[in-house]
Structure formats: C-alpha cells, structure tokens
C-alpha cells in the first residue's frame, strides 16, 4: 500500500526553524513529484511547495523564501526546512504524492499530517 509518513512537527518559537520529514513507503519515490500542503483551523488547506523528480522546487508566495523542499532519493525521504516561522505558518502539514494523467499532475495520496505550532 502507498503510505506517507510524516514527521517532526512540533511547537516552535516565533522566529525560529523546523524541519518536516517525509517518508514513502510502498511506491518509488524517485519517480514522483512530492508536495507539502497545510491546513491551519478555520482555513482552507494550502499548497505549501512541490519537488520534482529533478529536485526543482516550487513555493506559494507565503513561503517562499523562508522554506527550502528537498529531497534525497537514496534515503527515500522529502523535508521541508522552514525558517523565520510566525504565527501564521501553524498548521497541520501534510506530505502529498502527485500522479500524472496525460499532461495534468493530481495529488493521489496524502499523509496523516504533522503539526507544527508556532507561538
């Protein structure tokens, strides 16, 4: 079975840093993009960045620079280093697989969800 696993989450200082990992489990990783996505409570859930299977990354404009999406095949695992956090980046993460259909990506597969609180 596909399976994404996050982990790392945790409360964190205004201001300060924490990385998201990501482990796949049942599927080659190597051969899919991977995404982060958020949800903070009362809000809509958020494309955060996405990573192509030539590492090239994408962010939404909230993070960009201030987070970094990564990847290293030969460990099977996806992070996402975020700095200079507020208030408004807590949130549940979520790590997502993208599947292509023709010329279009979806997201086929979600994680449970890490939280991160930032206060």
């Known amino acids: 079975d596909v399976q994404l696993v996050e982990s790392g989450g945790g409360s964190v200082e205004l201001g300060g840093s924490l990385t998201l990992s990501c482990t796949p489990l049942?599927?080659?990783?190597?051969?899919?993009?991977i995404a982060w996505f958020r949800q903070a409570p009362g809000k809509e859930r958020e494309g955060v960045a996405l990573?192509?299977?030539?590492?090239?990354?994408v962010y939404s404009d909230s993070v960009k620079g201030r987070f970094t999406i990564s990847r290293d095949n030969a460990k099977n695992t996806l992070y996402l280093q975020m700095n200079r956090l507020s208030s408004e980046d807590t949130a549940v993460y979520y790590c997502v697989r993208v599947a292509v259909d023709g010329n279009e990506g979806y997201m086929d597969h979600w994680g449970e969800g890490t939280q991160v609180t930032v206060s």
């Open positions: 990573i192509n299977r030539i590492c090239n990354g």
């Open positions: 049942g599927f080659i990783f190597s051969s899919h993009s």
